[in-house]
Nanobody, 118 residues
Framework: VQLVESGGGLVQPGGSLRLSCATS????????MRWYRQAPGKERELVAH????????NYAASVKGRFTISRDNAKNTVYLQMNSLKPEDTAVYYC????????????WGQGTQVAVSS
């Protein structure tokens, strides 16, 4: 099983980034997918969730209206489009494959750093 995030980097406030999480080794279309983030000294927090077919999404209040999660089941990839970025969005961003039967994220990526600074 592999989940590989990419697309992180340094961006100015108000800018945009698109994160990707390419997966392999499990049945991607059977899992809901999530993006989490963890800032220095803080707990990991759930940012966005998308159901296995992509028909439903949920967002943390802090990113709603600015971030969009999407997925391409043909490419086994989940995305996070981040617009109007703020310094408080600075964190390591992780994708995770969520299993309802498991009751938690079953597979994790290694994370990608996002830094928002002028």
């Amino acid at each position: 099983v592999q989940l590989v995030e990419s697309g992180g980097g340094l961006v100015q406030p108000g800018g945009s980034l698109r994160l990707s999480c390419a997966t392999s080794g499990f049945t991607f279309s059977a899992y809901a997918m999530r993006w989490y983030r963890q800032a220095p000294g803080k707990e990991r927090e759930l940012v966005a969730h998308i159901t296995n077919a992509g028909g439903s999404t949920n967002y943390a209040a802090s990113v709603k209206g600015r971030f969009t999660i999407s997925r391409d089941n043909a490419k086994n990839t989940v995305y996070l489009q981040m617009n109007s970025l703020k310094p408080e969005d600075t964190a390591v961003y992780y994708c995770g494959a969520y299993s309802s039967s498991y009751g938690n994220v079953k597979y994790w990526g290694q994370g990608t750093q996002v830094a928002v600074s002028s």
